[in-house]
């Protein structure tokens, strides 16, 4: 009797301090890792919705890009910070391949993590440089036949989600080429523009401007319908039906973070990406807004690690130990 009043006298304790701690948050910047580079979909979706945050929290929060391993340092530096609040994860759909890319993680990606929400969804283009004599998804893949083994694809990394776009395309495709992986998407389209590659997917954000200025060709997109956006993109699933590949973004945090105060989180990442100019923004971008409850986003993550290590076994792709 004396061990159960002792134990609901702590939890009662542990609520009433979490309660606390709540009502005083924020009360000192916040600081989002990003595991991707700047000019990145997730960079541009933490940019655009943090002013956002910051004027409504009235505390600062600082972007901090740690690209690198498909997403792992960043994740790894958010994992082993204190679960206050204070210290939160950007990252994309790379969160939910390495669990099969990768044989053993530093972390679990359920376990060791608060889900905050899903901040948005974004298909990517089949770019190829200009110089490159294919006009269409059906022309590029004739080509890519006709030169097995020849074209080279850039990536934003080993394992990324648009290097594991690119293996599902190639597979459906029947095609062959040479996977060139970079350290960010920004790298990957500098050597597509300069004809060190041949052709990347990359999303929307990061590459709409250098399309609109013909510095590359757009020829398909990765949804199964086209994007508003860009209405005279057709979808690669025209071509190749049935293929799709959509990267999302999403916010995280340590885990154990307090409810309360993931709630907080929770309803002003909401608020902020409902917020016309952000969603116009982003709209703009190509970035789909989602917004949404935490336990709704872990459940959204469990399936993506389900759908993704599937492709990760059919492309046979693999990592760098």
């Given amino acids: 009797m004396r061990l159960a009043v002792a134990v609901i006298l702590l939890a009662l304790q542990l609520g009433l301090m979490a309660s606390a ?44 890009n740690r690209p690198g391993a498909s997403g792992i340092i960043g994740t790894e530096i958010v994992k082993n910070a204190r679960a206050d609040g204070y210290t939160l994860l950007v990252t994309s759909s790379s969160f939910a391949i390495s669990p099969t ?12 993590f608060t889900f905050i929400g899903k901040a948005g969804s974004t298909p990517s283009l089949l770019l190829v440089n200009p110089q490159l004599p294919a006009y ?17 694809f850039g990536s934003s990394g080993n394992g990324s989600s648009v290097h594991l776009t690119a293996e599902l395309f190639n597979s459906l495709a029947g095609i062959k080429a ?8 920004a790298l990957t389209l500098n050597d597509l523009v300069a004809g060190q590659v041949q052709f990347a997917f990359s999303s929307i954000a990061a590459s709409n401007a250098l399309v609109r200025s013909g510095r590359l060709r757009a020829l398909g997109v990765t949804a199964l319908n086209r994007h508003k956006e860009l209405p005279d993109v057709p979808s690669i699933a025209e071509t190749l039906p049935g293929y799709e590949a959509i990267v999302w973004i999403g916010v995280f945090g340590p885990a154990a973070l307090p409810r309360p105060i993931v709630d907080i989180l929770n309803q002003a990442l909401n608020d902020s ?12 971008a190509g970035v789909t807004v989602s917004t949404g409850t935490p336990d709704e986003f872990r459940a959204y993550v469990r399936t993506e690690i389900g759908k993704w290590g599937q492709i990760v076994k059919t492309s046979g792709a693999r990592a760098e130990q």
């Avoid at 600081?31 to 505390?59: C, N, W, Y």
């Avoid at 890319?101 to 060791?112: G, T, V």
């Fill in 101 to 112: 890319l990768y044989s053993k993680l530093p972390y679990d990606p359920i376990q060791d």
């Fill in 178 to 185: 040479i996977h060139v992986p970079y350290k960010g998407a």
């Fill in 136 to 152: 269409s998804v059906r022309d590029f893949i004739a080509l890519a036949k006709a030169r097995p083994g020849e074209l080279r």
């Fill in 273 to 284: 990406l409902s917020a016309p100019e952000v969603s116009a923004r982003l709209a703009a």
């Fill in 21 to 64: 701690h709540a009502q005083s948050f924020p009360n000192r910047a916040i600081r989002l890792v990003i595991t991707l580079p700047p000019g990145s979909a997730a960079d541009i979706v933490a940019r655009l919705f943090a002013p956002h945050m910051a004027e409504r929290f009235k505390q600062n929060l600082v972007i901090d």
